[in-house]
């Protein structure tokens, strides 16, 4: 399955219906008339469309229920899957030069991240207990279509047997009333979210009490920002990281270290090896910059129809080049501080930004000039160029040393029955198709 982001312009689903080899297309009604508009430029018939949710009025697309089996009169032959080579999902990552690309994601990618997860949120419960009488509860907002909220929320609660309750769409109050009203135990957020429940007035209304963590993950927090919140609502705040190529989640912070590590992304997650790497690609010793590079059952197979993009970011021995910058302490624990491409995620979309400063888009006030979109041409509402209002010279880029013991940084693995001491929406299309071995 690929999913696509229901914002989608006709000449951006169209773009994403070919390039995977979509054979049908599973949508609702609001994005009905785009999805229509889209399969007719790709050449997928009408009767491959299908409506999940409310119903056409006019009746004429076949709805969701209509292809079900649930007689129980005959039983669909189940699918011969190879784990480690057959695609669970093709999910399609903002491109940095040009269209996006299709991130091909094994079954196995997801079940090893799926548990990789489930160790770094050990915690976490189903089980009921006293006080908790349906046991942990999370509340979930992010978008389906994105592996964050596909793996993290979905895969997670369906593994973990943990009651999730689902907002068709985020804002702070419905937020804040929801957390009380189902005592909400764990959520993830993001930067956003986290500066609203550090300001927003509403906050004070409701009783948040309930909520033994928050992760916030697709920016830095500061440290500032973390100590707001928790001095407000008395919630921890702790921080993760991962990619659409790492299916998505590498790193987190120990619950027990939300405190110790602010800043960090946490320590490795099972089962995988990451090091340090300098511009000529010679691994950097503990504690210097470099560029973060990972291996792990966790990482993707290639990117779709894109053996020159799978070339430049998988190395031979299984490493994938993540582009992110960075460095790890002596403890182990790993800070993210900069990308080697000049740029950042506004809405899901990569925007350029000036200078390179992570924690801007979270906390400081932004001018919105000199548009300069990167990746498919998009309606009005495309971000425009982020930039701080104060202004930085540039010059030549440098990887920079930082105060260390000088010991080699070696590349180390996380054991994979422990977590503590790692080393190193609504509205979703669902695109069906067969190219690059989807199913």
């Not at 500032?224 to 989640?249: D, F, H």
């Not at 993009?309 to 299984?318: I, Q, R, V």
Request: with cysteine; charged share 20%.
């Amino acid at each position: 399955m690929s999913p696509a982001n229901p914002g989608y312009t006709v000449d951006e689903l169209a773009f994403q219906l070919k390039d995977s080899g979509a054979k049908a297309l599973v949508t609702q009604v609001p994005q009905l008339e785009i999805a229509v508009q889209a399969c007719k430029k790709v050449g997928i018939p009408e009767d491959q469309i299908i409506v999940m949710g409310e119903r056409d009025t006019q009746g004429k697309f076949r709805h969701w229920t209509s292809i079900r089996n649930i007689s129980g009169a005959t039983r669909y032959r189940r699918a011969k899957v190879d784990p480690a080579n057959d695609l669970a999902f093709l999910v399609y990552s903002s491109g940095t030069t040009g269209k996006p690309k299709g991130v091909m994601l094994t079954h196995r990618n997801i079940v090893a991240n799926t548990l990789q997860i489930t160790a770094g949120e050990g915690p976490i419960s189903g089980q009921p207990r006293e006080g908790l009488p349906e046991g942990d509860s999370v509340l979930a907002f992010l978008p389906f279509f994105h592996i964050y909220g596909l793996t993290v929320i979905l895969h997670q609660s369906f593994y973990r047997g943990v009651k999730t309750v689902v907002m068709s769409k985020f804002d702070i109050e419905s937020w804040c009333r929801i957390v009380q009203e189902h005592k909400i135990t764990f959520a993830y957020v993001v930067p956003p979210v986290v500066l609203q429940l550090s300001k927003h007035p509403c906050v004070d209304k409701y009783d948040l009490s309930s909520i033994r963590m928050l992760n916030s993950g697709a920016a830095p927090l500061t440290r500032e920002l973390v100590n707001a919140v928790y001095s407000r609502i008395k919630v921890p705040v702790k921080q993760g990281y991962g990619l659409s190529e790492t299916s998505p989640t590498t790193h987190t912070q120990p619950w027990e270290d939300w405190e110790r590590s602010i800043g960090s992304v946490g320590t490795m997650l099972p089962n995988q090896t990451a090091k340090y790497v300098s511009a000529e690609e010679k691994e950097v010793p503990t504690g210097e910059v470099g560029e973060l590079w990972i291996k792990g059952p966790n990482v993707f197979k290639g990117y779709l129809n894109n053996p020159e993009g799978t070339k430049n970011a998988l190395t031979e021995d299984g490493f994938f080049k993540t582009g992110d910058v960075g460095y790890q302490d002596k403890d182990g624990i790993f800070f993210i501080t900069d990308r080697v491409k000049e740029l950042i995620k506004y809405k899901g979309f990569q925007v350029r930004h000036t200078p390179k400063t992570p924690h801007h888009s979270c906390t400081q006030p932004l001018s919105l000039t000199q548009s300069t979109p990167v990746g498919p041409s998009r309606r009005a509402r495309r971000p425009p160029s982020l930039q701080p209002t104060h202004r930085r010279r540039r010059g030549p880029r440098r990887l920079q040393r930082r105060p260390s013991d000088r010991s080699p940084a070696r590349v180390r693995q996380a054991p994979a029955g422990s977590h503590a001491q790692p080393a190193a929406g609504e509205g979703d299309y669902g695109l069906v198709g067969e190219s690059g071995g989807a199913s």
